[in-house]
C-alpha cells in the first residue's frame, strides 16, 4: 500500500520560507517521479516542480528560482524548499509519486498541507 504524507504548512508573511516534506511508503518501484502540485480555491491544480529517480528535476515558471525541489533517498522523503513566499503562493500543495513525470502518471496522492501567505 502506497502512502505519501506531507507535512511543514503553515502561514508565513510574504518574503519569508517554508519546507514541505513528503514521506514516502510502499512505492517499489526504482524508477519513478516525484512532484509536488498545489491548488487554490476557485483554481486548477497545477504542478510546480517535479523530480525523477535520475534526478532531472522540472519546475513551473511561476517558482523557478525561488522554489528547490529534492528527495532523500535513504529517508523515502521529499522536499521542497520556498523561499521568497508571495501570497500567490498560497494553495493546498500536494505531493504524488507516478511511473513518470507526465501529469496523468502521477497515481498516488497525498493529503495535502496548507500554505497560507500573507501580504
Known amino acids: 500500500q502506497v502512502q505519501l504524507v506531507e507535512s511543514g504548512g503553515g502561514s508565513v508573511q510574504a518574503g519569508g520560507s517554508l519546507r514541505l516534506s513528503c514521506a514516502v511508503s510502499g512505492y517499489i518501484y526504482s524508477t519513478y517521479c516525484m512532484g509536488w502540485f498545489r491548488q487554490a480555491p476557485g483554481k486548477e491544480r497545477e504542478k510546480v516542480a517535479h523530480i525523477h529517480s535520475f534526478g532531472i528535476t522540472n519546475y513551473a515558471d511561476s517558482v523557478k528560482g525561488r522554489f528547490t525541489i529534492s528527495k532523500d533517498n535513504a529517508k523515502n522523503t521529499l522536499y521542497l524548499q520556498m523561499n521568497s513566499l508571495k501570497p500567490e503562493d498560497t494553495a493546498m500543495y500536494y505531493c504524488?509519486?507516478?511511473?513518470?513525470?507526465?501529469?496523468?502518471?502521477?497515481?498516488?496522492w497525498g493529503r495535502g498541507t496548507q500554505v497560507t501567505v500573507s501580504s
Open positions: 504524488a509519486i507516478g511511473a513518470t513525470c507526465s501529469v496523468g502518471d502521477f497515481g498516488y
